[in-house]
């Protein structure tokens, strides 16, 4: 059976994009696949989170997870930082890669020029860390959006460089998974790029019903529709393409021709795809109050999946370090 792996950083609350992006495909995986699900502690670092929000964190994407329908059942489900083999194959990964080639990653230009005073070089192997998480369950899937293509591309670089350095073929190259045909990119309300925690431009899972309808109603949009069949900029393409991922195709359908004979009310269109939003996370939200509320259980599913990600790792570590050179332990 093919072995899957889906991360996610315990930086904030889970948005559409998250649930979009990736848990909802992995959940639609749990039944044919040996899936391994993790909170990515270590990679938060790189924002230098308080001590006292680790653990917390960890434990709030957790709970949103298992809402989102993740099971523990089914999947493996563990924190990052409670699986210590990850660091050491990060460590052998980080040896093949260049600094050139690391500095080209679209994700490391970014946040090198959100956060100018703290460009550290956990950001800029970031994507080795996410190789190490990937590679050392030999995962053959990963359900990432749109925005992690390129690091997947550099974890299919780390594995083929492995085996080429060492003529094996022990890691398989990672293949992206997407839900659907394509990746998914899930845009802000606030007509730029995608909706993203550091972007402040999020509807969270948790969100209550209130705030949802606020901010959608307050979504960025233009003057409306100027001629007939014309294409639609890029602030009201979000809206559509928002309303095309959690809204009935029928209603879809509906609004866009109502832009294309010019008569479209953003006020209308924006009622619809707010009710359409609060419908989508209303039983994901009850769930998360309801999971949040047993921390006990919590902590036995973390501790369980560490136990099964920890033997999973030793094993692929212990080859490792035998196709190395290295003492096997
Ligand atoms: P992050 O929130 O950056 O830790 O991303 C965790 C997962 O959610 C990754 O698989 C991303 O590809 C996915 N993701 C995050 N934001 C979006 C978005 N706006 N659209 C689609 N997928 C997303």
């Given at each position: 059976m093919e072995t899957v792996l889906s991360g996610m950083r315990p930086t904030g609350n889970l948005h559409l994009g998250n649930y979009y992006g990736a848990a909802r495909s992995f959940v639609k995986m749990q039944d044919e696949y040996n899936c391994y699900f993790f909170i990515a502690d270590w990679h938060s670092l790189t924002t230098h989170p308080k001590p006292e929000d680790i653990q917390r964190s960890a434990r709030t994407i957790l709970a949103e997870y298992l809402a989102c329908g993740i099971d523990p059942e089914k999947a493996t489900i563990y924190i990052?930082?409670?699986?210590?083999e990850t660091i050491e194959l990060y460590l052998y990964l980080n040896m093949n890669c260049y600094l050139g080639e690391l500095e080209r990653v679209t994700t490391f230009k970014e946040k090198a020029r959100q956060q100018p005073d703290n460009v550290n070089a956990g950001l800029l192997t970031y994507p080795t860390l996410m190789a190490a998480d990937i590679l050392q369950?030999?995962?053959?899937k990963v359900p990432v959006g749109k925005d992690q293509e390129q690091n997947m591309e550099m974890a299919r670089r780390c594995a083929r460089r492995f085996n080429n350095i060492y003529g094996v073929e022990f890691f398989p190259e990672p293949q992206n998974y997407y839900f659907g045909e394509t990746a998914i990119k899930v845009p802000g309300?606030?007509?730029?790029g995608k909706m993203g925690k550091s972007n402040g431009n999020c509807i969270y899972l948790f969100e209550d019903e209130k705030s949802i309808r606020k901010k959608v109603m307050r979504a960025v949009t233009d003057n409306?529709?100027?001629?007939?069949?014309s294409p639609k900029p890029e602030v009201i393409q979000n809206l559509f393409t928002l309303m095309q991922i959690v809204s009935a195709k029928d209603t879809y359908d509906y609004f866009d021709s109502k832009w294309n004979d010019c008569t479209l009310r953003y006020g209308d269109m924006k009622k619809q795809l707010a009710e359409d939003i609060v419908q989508t996370l209303a039983p994901i939200r009850e769930r998360i109050i309801e999971i949040s509320s047993d921390q006990e259980g919590l902590d036995r599913i973390a501790r369980l999946g560490a136990e099964k990600a920890r033997e999973s790792a030793r094993k692929t570590l212990n080859e490792v370090r035998r196709i190395i050179g290295f003492k096997v332990y």
């Open positions: 990052q930082s409670d699986v210590p369950h030999r995962a053959a309300l606030d007509g730029t409306g529709p100027q001629a007939m069949n």
